[in-house]
């Protein structure tokens, strides 16, 4: 895969504003699939593609199927896994992530789609990782912001999702599931299974 018609689509990604994971989250995804010789993906938010495509470029042999229910963001993540010749690493459906129905057991699901949704998502998915596997959701910290201080600045939108992922973080927390939290880009949690 070439690094530098990667390195621009990130940059073009930053350019436009389009929400892609941060390089050190992507780091430690990647060696985290390597460590425990991961070979299947689910990944909820595709966007353009550029996660998949960083971890298909750190990795090497992986097989993604990712999911994303904006038409244009699919349609240029169609595009950009044509340029890079991924047709048999991944397979992207476009749809929305409730819509999906699969019986497949992957060894990572990753969510980084819709922050409000992390525990439906999580609900939805969570039968769907192989024992062994892994369940990493990123943007736990959303940007160091917190719901009262959202509410705070009238920003209701924003407050509720803030407000929910506090509430799913306290879910994980009272649970007896096995997890770490990493101060990783906009803080990562990973759920072992």
């Known amino acids: ?22 390089e050190e989250t992507l780091d430690y995804i990647g060696s985290l699939i390597t460590r425990h010789q991961y070979h299947t993906v689910l990944e909820l938010g595709t966007a353009i593609g550029y996660s998949s495509l960083s971890l298909l470029h750190r990795v090497g042999q992986l097989s993604i199927t990712t999911i994303e229910r904006d038409e244009q963001r699919y349609l240029q993540a169609m595009e950009n896994f044509n340029v890079f010749r991924t047709r048999d690493s991944i397979i992207c459906h476009w749809m929305d992530v409730y819509d999906f129905e699969t019986t497949a057991c992957f060894d990572v699901l990753i969510i980084d789609a819709a922050k409000a949704q992390n525990q439906p998502f999580y609900e939805r998915f969570k039968d769907n990782v192989r024992s ?15 719901s ?20 799913f973080d306290a879910y994980i927390e009272s649970s007896d599931l096995a997890y770490n939290r990493y101060d990783i880009g906009d803080g990562l949690l990973v759920i072992w299974k």
């Open 148 to 167: 009262k201080q959202a509410k705070k600045d009238h920003r209701r939108n924003l407050s509720i999702m803030l407000d929910r992922i506090e509430k």
């Open 132 to 146: 062994g596997g892994c369940i990493i959701i990123d943007n736990m910290n959303f940007h160091g912001l917190d």
């Open 1 to 22: 895969m070439n690094e530098d018609a990667l390195k621009s689509l990130r940059e073009e990604a930053l350019r436009t504003n389009i929400p892609i994971m941060q």
